[in-house]
């Protein structure tokens, strides 16, 4: 019987399991669901499934850089308690995930059934609390550019920025900046329709408890309109270590471009 990705996630779903034991499992029980979650309750690999299910608030993330900051890789990886967090093999785990990122292709789901996942597991069982591999970003820069990273002392955020020139330095105080105030786009172009009529209605709304004529409400509405881009946009944004220079201005200091970004949180 052929195991569909629909199978699996069905499996996953009701065992907590990772992805590979799912499909194994479904294999050896010729795709029958209830024997296979039967066969699994004999196996001792349930124990990690019971923890699947709590809630992993706290964690770190990892980081990995190329020599040339030609490329980057950041990931992110939830435990429960800050204590568990700080674990040796729990910190080692997070490490050896970031450098599988930063030296694949893959997509981070294809990344963990290549084995992580049940590397994943077995530490789930040895530490006795549950952990799950959130989210990974990579960045890579064209020739004459660089990706600069920056993780803060706690590793509880960080950042990737691609720049179309090797300017490192000025691409980590951009990262810093970036981690810090967490803007949501580059330039102001790039947000969404959808996102700014949201922001539209929601203006429009505490305007009109004004009273104030219409005009009058929809000029007060285009002013916090182009006041919410100035400040989930990147370039628009004061530079967190000189406040009377926008990022735009530094930018155009050292002729350089950002291409990208991803924060990590």
Known sequence: MTITAAMVKELRERTGLGMMDCKKSLVEA???????????RKKSVLKAAKKSGRITANGLLGLKTSEDLSRAAIVEINIETDFAAKNEKFIS????????VYNSEEDLTTLMESGLDEERETL???IGENISVRRAERLSAPEGGCVAAYLHSDNLKGCLVALGSSKSDLGRDIAMH????NPMVIRSEDISEDTINKEREIY???AQESGKPEEIVEKMVDG???????EVSLLDQPFVKEPD???SDLLKEANCEI???CRLE
């Open 204 to 206: 429009l709304s505490q």
């Open 259 to 261: 291409l990208s970004f």
């Open 93 to 100: 785990f997070v490490s050896k995930v970031a450098d599988a």
């Open 124 to 126: 789930v069982q040895e």
């Open 30 to 40: 010729g795709g029958d669901m209830e024997l296979a979650i039967e066969e699994l």
């Open 178 to 181: 970036i981690t810090a105030i």
């Open 224 to 230: 916090r309109i182009k006041k919410f881009l100035s």
């Open 245 to 247: 220079k926008k990022i």
